[in-house]
């Protein structure tokens, strides 16, 4: 176990749908990241939180959007969902923004869009 | 961008015997590279990693190697036995980790009895 909490474990939905996921980060931990997975793509970063601000952008479309809150846990919505979308989301935590991070990923949402 | 390439992505290696798994990177500024270990269902987990100043780094069973010039890093992992089957990761960062990491495609590593 990383400490790192994602809800749900599994969705289903359909397309055109709008879904949030949900990420507490480990005790500590200022940093999150969002992560998606999928077996086309491999793994692909999409945005970086830390103590609540955007801190970079990866391969994340305009139709995903997340925040973090004061209490540090994260929330990822994606919105108009495609069946591409289907695919199981991680969340990760790291400390600070620090020299040599290791990132401690969460167990993951999967996500299934029909 | 950085970009990251693995190869193979699948190994199947007899059990005792040794796998090496190569990665190459773009970014000549990236400084951090992780290895994670993914087993089926499950989240990845770090296993090594090693910082652009080390050349080397191993851990018991399991090393590391840097090679900045040539832009790769390759993971060794001796005398394998069956609970080393999973997906292998690499990854590259520039800011140590602190940003978002790069993967690639990941390894499938069989362990054959």
């Known amino acids: 176990d990383s400490g790192v909490t994602q809800t749900p474990k599994h969705l289903i939905t359909a397309t055109g749908q709008r879904v949030t996921l949900r990420c507490s980060p480990r005790s500590g931990d200022l940093s999150v990241y969002w992560y998606q997975q999928s077996l086309d793509q491999g793994l692909q970063f999409l945005i970086q939180y830390y103590n609540g601000e955007e801190r970079a952008k990866g391969n994340i479309l305009e139709r995903f959007s997340a925040q973090q809150f004061p209490d540090l846990h994260s929330e990822l919505n994606l919105s108009s969902l495609e069946l591409g979308d289907s695919a199981l989301y991680f969340c990760?935590?790291?400390?600070?923004?620090?020299?040599?991070?290791?990132?401690?990923f969460g167990p993951g949402t999967r996500l299934t869009v029909l | 961008g950085e970009n990251v390439e693995q190869h193979p992505s699948t190994l199947s290696v007899q059990e005792g015997d040794s796998a090496v798994i190569k990665c190459t990177y773009s970014?000549?500024?990236?400084?951090?590279f992780p290895w994670y270990k993914q087993e089926l269902g499950k989240r990845p987990q770090l296993i090594i990693d090693i910082r652009s100043n080390v050349g080397e780094k191993k851990d018991q069973r399991i090393a590391v190697t840097l090679n900045k010039t040539a832009k790769h890093f390759s993971l060794h992992i001796t005398e394998t036995q069956p609970e080393d089957s999973a997906v292998y990761f690499c990854a590259a960062s520039s800011g140590g980790g602190a940003d978002g990491l790069t993967f690639g495609k990941g390894t499938h590593l069989i362990i054959q009895p």
């Open positions: 970014d000549s500024a990236s400084n951090y």
């Open positions: 990760a935590s790291s400390v600070r923004l620090a020299a040599y991070n290791e990132q401690f």
